[in-house]
């Protein structure tokens, strides 16, 4: 089946050093999501980068497509993105959007 | 903008039961879907639907039956509640198969 494989599991940072998770994927994506949740949460879309980069706020995402992988950027860490950040997938042909497993991040002060 | 509202927002059965969640959308949104997540872990498709009265099964259909009865809502139901079932059920709709999705608050179910 398709495979989202997220890294690291967990990350954990000082308030304002930067964090990089990666996503990669085993089939060619027609969309590619990043999530957040925070612990008891729902997931509220972050970025929708099937491919490029984009930016919003202290967040990019580079997604290349070739190469079945994407990242998500976040730079000078606050307390308040601690939580868990997804990446979701859809490969081509289909509907069936797949998620990674998350990444755990704490923010510590 | 629109919002997607789930009910109820907890949800508790005896084991054997049949229990109905519910899921409405105002984004006028064609897709919909339902997913499963377990404590700590990451969402799985159980089903979804890409226009009215449409179905297709996700990876984790087996338990659940589904229901589009018109575009902005979207029904799941357990048809026979287990205890490893207890999980929080998210919806989402998306405006077609490949575009941006969004999440509803979801319902977090408990099987005594």
């Known amino acids: 089946g398709q495979q989202v494989q997220q890294s690291p599991a967990s990350l954990v940072l000082q308030e304002g050093e930067n964090a990089e998770l990666q996503c990669n994927f085993s089939?060619?994506?027609?969309?590619l999501q990043w999530f957040y949740q925070r612990p008891g949460g729902s997931l509220v879309s972050l970025l929708y980068?099937?491919?490029g980069t984009k930016h919003t706020g202290r967040l990019t995402s580079t997604t290349v497509t070739k190469e079945r992988r994407s990242s998500l950027h976040i730079s000078s860490s606050q307390t308040t993105d601690s939580g868990t950040y997804f990446c979701?997938?859809?490969?081509?042909?289909?509907?069936?959007?797949?998620f990674g497993s998350g990444t755990r991040l704490l923010v510590s002060p | 903008g629109g919002i997607i509202t789930q009910t109820p927002k907890f949800l508790i059965g005896q084991e054997g039961q049949k229990l109905t969640l519910k899921c409405q959308q105002n984004f006028n949104h064609d897709t919909m879907y339902w997913y499963r997540q377990d404590s700590g872990k990451g969402l799985r498709l159980i089903y979804y639907s890409i226009t009215e009265n449409d179905l297709q099964k996700g990876d984790l259909s087996e338990g659940y039956d589904a229901s589009r009865e018109k575009k902005s809502s979207f029904s799941l139901t357990v048809t026979s509640a287990q205890k490893n079932e207890m999980a929080v059920f998210l919806c989402?709709?998306?405006?077609?198969?490949?575009?941006?999705?969004?999440f509803g608050p979801g319902t977090r179910l408990t099987v005594l």
């Open positions: 979701a997938m859809e490969p081509a042909g289909g509907y069936k959007v797949v």
């Open positions: 089939s060619t994506a027609t969309r």
């Open positions: 989402a709709s998306s405006r077609t198969g490949d575009a941006e999705q969004f």
């Open positions: 980068n099937p491919s």
